[in-house]
């Protein structure tokens, strides 16, 4: 029944020509926060339309979407999902009813505008990741920095103009190597659409070439180690909802674009070049997660903490050759791209808890350094209680969803090489060490000072927020089987793309 | 000689113009300052009809005047584009003009008569139309540019102006004299046919070619033949740069596609490699320079330069989608030149001139709509999508890709990063920074209405493509 209804663009306009109308509607009558509520959760319940008529069984794309766009260029308005997007999808909807409700008591400057940059911002990147043309693909991917650009920018704490500048020229810069990639692409096979992309044969330099510029465009978004700084900054000046964003979505953009453009794309280059993206995804886990250790300020150091996380995304995508090379079965393969896929997900869910939990202290006591806080648990237990609970999802608790996907890639990483496991399994140790460092000095011991005997514990509002959040964390981590069999065919075709030399 | 009467037909827009500018020289003549009224109406009223008059032509095509005129598919759909823009131009300069004391009628006189000689320059088949266009659209601007008589910084300007200009037309015209001593003809169809078909010393004709690529070189405003743009931009009244900023841009752009394509494009190895220097060095010294400006219209100065740059990307790739792309990106540039400016003079009140980029700050809150609409234009200059600015980059990058010159390539995409900087600073001022000053912002409804249409073509033309980029490309497949 979904599949005849144009869901995917729905998805997509709804929430971009309702943000457009709250924009419209202005800040005068009381009407901008009820309608932004209403557009993000009917798109919530349109994307749980995704769910239900996805056909597991194929790796095909589905509620495909085809119209002429630039038919100077053949460039198409051509939508489709696999079960990679599909996730994603459900996973931005559900991020951006959670910005709205965070943001309902606490923004109280210019409402509708930043209701309707974060609506709009959902179409973008639900278009993102249902874009099959190139072309479309890079609009969205290059205009969805806009509203991140203001949000920051305008909601955002002192220093928000050099994080936000920051923030746009990196990406840019990431993102504009991707263009010549994609440009030189549709120059070698006349075609604009990603699935040709998919099949045109290319020499190892070309690959090469190609493999850097995407490594570049997404590097930067994931981010990698080396050019992660601009997170930090970015995360620590953004209101809570544009971290939640930042964290949840746009970081994820990043794995999304090495799966869809980089592995099938230029397998070979992948393999020539895997040892560079573990080196620096190990290196992401193990220093990051050391500099996170160090951090005095709470969001910086979730910063940290995601740099770190996202550096299981990328270890698990690329350990496959390795693990190829070693066992003839590819069985492992599977584990590690589906952990790292699991680890997106599951990380979205976590970051955006963990973020929301420090705004929810920031509203009340408007410092985020961790020395200003004590015993806050004392003042207000039932936050703590979730604080504490989505601080042992972040450092991996088994029966959270952040152990299903560190599990599976670290068991991957075993079949490719004992000590890429034994690395990436120090995480088990640092992030327990630093979350649970953060923690203890936040939440427990005495009531460090009067703000903090005056809090008061978390609202409905709130308390609905986060809960919803655990429900989550908790569902994934107990039976992971409904997000993994998705996006089971789609990782089996991968594979094989991968596997496949394009020479 | 085949001088056939219906064959003037072709050149009626041109004679509709040229007899209105008369009328309307007679008109300023004899009303004096007390008619300047009637003479805006009658200049809008001219371009309106010319507009027409090309628009009821379009499809046909033919050279005429014994060869020296072409009507064809290029010059209908520029021309079509340099009415339309001087429309808005004249408009938005008006508001200007009364509160300064310039509301003249000289004003609109040169502006027609400039006008006029662009669409020589546009349809020009022939080395002596192309330069009787050229000094005519040229000698307008000067005067315009010296028009604001008593302050000092407008006559540096159109001091500047002349004289760089009087060199670079003197640096075409000793081009054209080579040419014609290399082919033996000043018709650019039989300097084509004679360079086709081949013998000629190539010596001679590239050393030609310098002097003419130098001369369009001066006129785009290329580096390094910029020098007279910031000081002429800061300098003329605004709105005589709005005016200098556009529709020429547009005439320079089909001068240089009648001169190096339609009549030098069988040496186009020998032109490539010049324009890929000036192409490459306008992109870096223009986005560079401009990070360092506090003056809005010096900044523009310099973003032009750059753009500049990426329109020569496309022509010197010397296929039919580059010069197609290049006139995508030649006609997107003047829509979001003309919607800067004219946000510049918006802002603008008696005794005060809205151009350092100060002026701009927290302007989203004294006014979020006209905030949002600068926003929409920088992007778009930017080359962010989903605006239009961001497929007249696409369409450029993608013909010198198509030709393997990715080395140019990834400097065209890093310097547009290096431009998003400046452009970002502007949104930062309107958006992030609180408002220096507080008085409402008045401008005639017209003006407001226009300058709203301006910004949100920008954004429709970047949402649906298609139909430009189809003109585009008709006109050269």
Sequence with gaps: MFTDLPLLSLLIWLPVLGGIAVLVNGDNNGWARPLSLIISVVTLLLSIGLYIGFDNATYQMQFAEQAPWIATFDINYALGIDGFSMPLIILTAFSTVIVVVAGWEVIQDRVSQYMAAFLIMEGLMIAVFASLDAILFYVFFEAMLIPLFLVIGIWGGPNRVYATIKFFLYTLFGSVFLLLALLYLHHVSGSFSILDFHKVSLTMQEQIYLFLAFLIAFAVKVPMWPVHTWLPDAHVEAPTGGSVILAAITLKIGGYGLIRFALPITPDASMALDWLVIGLSLTAIVYIGFVALAQSDLKKLIAYSSIAHMGFVTLGLFIVFRIFANSATGSGAVLAIEGAMVQIISHGFIAAAMFLCVGVLYDRMHTREISAYGGVINTMPIFGGFAVFFAMANAGLPGTSGFVGEFMVILAAYQANFWYAFLAATTLILGAAYTLWMIKRVMFGEVANENVANLTDINRREFWMLSSLAIIVLAIGLWPAPLTEVMHASVEHLLTQVSQSKL | MNFEVTNMIFALPEMFMLGMACAILLVVAYLGEKGTNIVYRLSQLTLAITALLIYRSLGESGITFDGTYIKDGFSDVLKMAVMLINIVVLLYSTSYLK??????????????????????????????????????????????????????????????????????????????????????????????????????????????????????????????????????????????????????????????????????????????????????????????????????????????????????????????????????????????????????????????????????????????????????????????PPLVGFYAKLTVIKSIIDINLISVAIIAVLMSVIGAFYYLRIIKVMYFDKPKQSEPLEAPAEMRVMISVNALSVLALGLFPGALLAVCASVFY
């Design chain 2, 99 to 384: 509160s300064r004391n310039l509301f003249k009628g000289e004003y609109y006189v040169l502006a027609i008569f400039s006008t006029l000689g662009m669409m020589i320059m546009i349809s020009a088949a022939h080395f002596l139309t192309l330069y009787l266009g050229l000094e005519l659209m040229s000698l307008c601007m000067y005067a315009m540019v010296a028009m604001h008589r008593d302050s000092k910084l407008a006559t540096e300007a159109a001091m500047k102006y002349f004289i760089l200009g009087a060199i670079a037309s003197g640096m075409l015209l000793y081009g054209m004299s080579i040419i014609y001593g290399a082919t033996g003809s000043l018709d650019l169809a039989t300097i084509a046919a004679t360079i086709q078909a081949g013998g000629l010393d190539n010596t001679v004709l590239s050393f030609g070619l310098v002097f003419l690529v130098i001369g369009i070189g001066f006129k785009l405003g290329a580096v390094p033949f910029h020098m007279w743009l910031p000081d002429v931009y800061h300098g003329a009244p605004t709105a005589v740069t709005l005016f200098i900023a556009t529709a020429p841009k547009i005439a320079a752009f089909a001068m240089a596609i009648r001169i190096l394509v339609d009549g030098l494009g069988d040496v186009h190895q020998y032109w490539q490699g010049m324009l890929i220097m000036l192409s490459v060095l306008s992109m870096i010294i223009g986005n560079v320079v401009a990070i360092a400006q506090t003056n809005l219209k010096r900044m523009l100065a310099y973003s032009t330069i750059s753009h500049v740059g990426f329109i020569l990307l496309g022509v010197l790739s010397g296929s039919q989608e580059g010069y197609a792309a290049a006139m995508f990106y030649a006609l997107v540039y003047t829509l979001m030149s003309l919607g800067s400016f004219g946000m510049i003079i918006l802002l603008s009140r008696q005794g005060f001139e809205a151009d350092t980029i100060d002026d701009y700050k927290g302007l989203s809150q004294r006014n979020p709509w006209y905030a949002l609409m600068m926003l929409i234009l920088m992007f778009s200059m930017a080359g962010i």
